[in-house]
């Protein structure tokens, strides 16, 4: 049995604090705040814990169902079901059975589920005793089979009628640690060696980027404080060349990215260009972020925090009112192309989000698009697999915008797992995040 988490800490402890991140996820929080309330020691394990459940909380949530019509308490329900995900399926769980299920009823004597600890153990020791018959039966909830909600499931099947069970498929796999590496400062080839005389091993993906084979902290990345490399999935380094192609790039080219935080393309944007760039976020907080990102890798931006909607509060007083030769829309969106590096978005996601989220997309696009000087390009981008906050939605804005002309782009690119396809040029693993990737073009008129 592979364990999922360090041993230096008791099980029950591990499990405890992992479901109080489950908890508070199902209460609506994301994962980032509540393992950041984890302390220290535990906070690993909690996240592999908490991570491994997340990708089976389907199955779980249908087996409790199963065991338990009426639910417990949201403290006993996470526990159980974290519980559930963990030793549904016996050839694949991390831990012994019945050391899963003692572990889990000693979790809840000592927590806030002590009320329910007999409920819980007998909950597990039924399962233990009918795990056939239940799985068999829990089957035949789609919920269960895919471990995605309803929803999301019949999103799929309607835009992707060919492909839908891969995209799931692969959404419960985990994703690889990917690098971009610092052409200003490094090359692959030479990063690759770099890695290699720290026993670390990375396949090139594209251009600037390698697959690591392991992923580790950032701490054992060799040149990562003087910013010789950076974390970004193969998938989102494609936006910054996709912007700059066919551009003179020793030109000093202004360039908006006007959703920019974290800062990661605005990076991109300057490691590969000599462009003016001004990075854009709405939140003060975030723009800090961007400080760090760029501070580290000795680049500089000028970086603005305002409502990219609303270029009236922004645009004369920060840029002089300067058109941009060059715009990146990297739009607020589901996120639902990363699900395997952020399993807690499919739970927390509801339906109605997409249209609100849609609407904030149209918003921007048609908000920046008088900014951008005639022979430009916009480039709209979004983390989501889901074609109303693709494909849909740049070809409503091309039919209400007689001067926009869309070039050659790759579109939706479902997410894909190593050995799936090569569906970003140059990346032999075809490992990448889902995105999507609209290039507009400004005509003169």
């Given amino acids: 049995m ?10 029950w402890q591990q499990l405890q604090a992992a479901s109080g ?7 609506g ?6 393992l950041d309330a984890v302390a220290p020691a535990l906070r690993p394990a909690a996240q592999a814990l908490a991570y491994h459940g997340l990708r089976q909380w389907g199955r779980a949530q249908v087996l409790r169902s199963l065991l338990a019509p009426r639910p417990p308490p949201p403290a006993a329900d996470a526990l159980l079901c974290l519980a559930l995900a963990l030793i549904w399926r016996e050839e694949s769980a991390p831990y012994e059975s019945f050391t899963l299920v003692d572990q889990t009823v000693e979790a809840a004597k000592r927590g806030p589920a002590r009320a329910q600890a007999s409920f819980i153990n007998a909950c597990l020791r039924r399962f233990l005793r009918e795990r056939a018959a239940l799985v068999q039966r829990s089957d035949a909830d789609p919920v269960a089979l895919w471990n995605h909600p309803r929803w999301w499931i019949a999103r799929l099947q309607r835009d992707y009628p060919q492909s839908w069970q891969v995209i799931l498929q692969t959404n419960n796999e985990q994703a690889p640690m990917s690098l971009r590496v610092n052409q200003r400062k490094s090359s692959v080839e030479q990063y690759q060696q770099a890695l290699e005389s720290v026993y670390k091993a990375g396949t090139p993906a594209g251009p600037s980027g390698l697959v690591l084979a392991q992923a580790c902290g950032v ?17 989102a380094q494609m936006a910054a060349p996709l912007l700059l192609q066919d551009l003179d790039l020793s030109a000093s080219l202004n360039i908006l990215d006007a959703c920019a935080a974290p800062g990661g393309k605005t990076a991109h944007l300057l490691e590969i260009s000599n462009a003016r760039v001004t990075a854009l976020d709405v939140d003060p907080v975030r723009c800090e972020r961007i400080h760090q990102t760029l501070q580290r890798l000795g680049l500089t931006a000028h970086v603005v925090a305002a409502d990219a909607a609303q270029p009236q509060t922004w645009w004369a007083q920060q840029c002089q009112s300067e058109p941009f030769d060059a715009i990146l829309l990297d739009a607020p969106c589901t996120a639902s192309g990363i699900v395997r590096r952020h399993p807690d978005v499919r739970w927390l996601r509801r339906e109605s989000d997409i249209a609100q989220l849609a609407s904030t997309q149209a918003r921007l696009l048609a908000a920046l698009w008088p900014l951008l000087k ?6 709209y981008c979004t983390c989501s697999v889901f074609h109303a906050e693709g494909q849909d939605q740049i070809q409503t804005f091309l039919g209400h915008h007689s001067d926009a002309r869309l070039r050659a ?3 939706h690119l ?6 799936n396809g090569t569906a970003v040029p140059d990346n032999a693993q075809g490992d990448h995040d889902g995105f999507f990737y609209g290039l507009l ?4 008129t």
């Fill in 2 to 11: 592979t364990t999922l988490s360090p041993q230096s800490v008791p099980l």
């Fill in 21 to 27: 991140v489950l908890m508070a996820i199902g209460l």
């Fill in 29 to 34: 929080q994301s994962s980032a705040p509540a």
């Fill in 219 to 235: 701490a054992g990345l060799p040149g990562f404080d003087q910013g010789l490399v950076s974390v970004q999935d193969p998938a």
């Fill in 374 to 379: 005639p022979g430009g390009r916009l480039l």
């Fill in 409 to 411: 782009s790759p579109g």
């Fill in 414 to 419: 479902p997410p894909k797992n190593g050995g």
């Fill in 441 to 444: 073009e400004k005509l003169a």
